[in-house]
């Protein structure tokens, strides 16, 4: 991985709660993931960190690898059994965050099944799928994560997020608005155009004057409403 790809990664971009926030995910949720958490005297180590440090700093690859876990959410396995084979791709790879990257999904698969196999992963939080005819393709979450996430075409470390999709007009920039949703290409951040209609503009006129369709400005103030409370970022 080229230099500017761990640099990218390995970038502090927000904190807990505005990192859940932006998922759509639990403050305690995202820290037990990120960072371990102790219940009933008993310490769980952290799925994403090698180790827990207490840092409420969360950087672009931890996010990402969020993002990632975040479409396992409705399986009953615990997100615990997913540290080993993060573990062995961090190995295997030699990268912090190997979720964050398009390799175990491409190919990497043979490794991603490896890692799957060695730690007896349980079949609902696979990362590849093997077919009778001896072919791997990505999981139903994965391929649910890969709709969301832009890749760099040289060092295949995600670049931007789109937690709607792609086809949504919402992206998570790390270089764009301090990681804070804005609309692609224009770069204005999602909040300003949805204050504009919140305060009684003409949804038809703020679309116009921000080049975007009516739909996506209505997709724009649907994800406002669920992503855009406290604790959004200066």
């Known amino acids: 991985m080229s230099a500017a790809g761990n640099e990218l990664l390995d970038r502090p971009v927000y904190g807990m709660s505005q990192a859940a926030r932006l998922l759509g995910l639990r403050t305690d949720g995202i820290r037990r993931w990120i960072d371990g958490y102790e219940r009933q005297g008993k310490v769980y180590a952290p799925v994403i960190r090698e ?40 190995e295997r790879l030699d990268v912090q965050y190997p979720l964050a990257t398009l390799k175990p999904y491409t190919t990497g698969r043979e490794l991603a099944l490896a890692a799957q196999q060695f730690v007896g992963l349980a079949p609902d939080l696979s990362i590849v799928i093997l077919g009778r005819d001896g072919s791997l393709t990505p999981s139903s979450p994965a391929l649910a994560f890969l709709d969301k996430v832009e890749f760099n075409d040289v060092s295949d470390v995600a670049e931007r997020l789109f937690p709607l999709g792609r086809e949504a007009p919402v992206v998570l920039d790390p270089h764009r608005g301090f990681g804070e949703p804005t609309i692609p290409e224009i770069g204005v951040r999602t909040e300003v155009v949805a204050e504009l209609v919140a305060a009684g503009e003409e949804p038809e006129r703020v679309a116009e004057i921000y080049s975007i369709t009516t739909a996506a400005l209505q997709r724009v103030v649907e994800f406002e409403r669920h992503h855009g409370d406290t604790g959004r970022a200066a």
């Open 51 to 90: 180790r827990p440090t207490g840092s409420d700093t969360v950087t672009w690859g931890e996010f990402i690898e969020a993002g990632y876990l975040r479409e396992y959410r409705a399986t009953h396995v615990s997100l615990q059994y997913l540290r080993p084979v993060i573990g062995f791709l961090r």
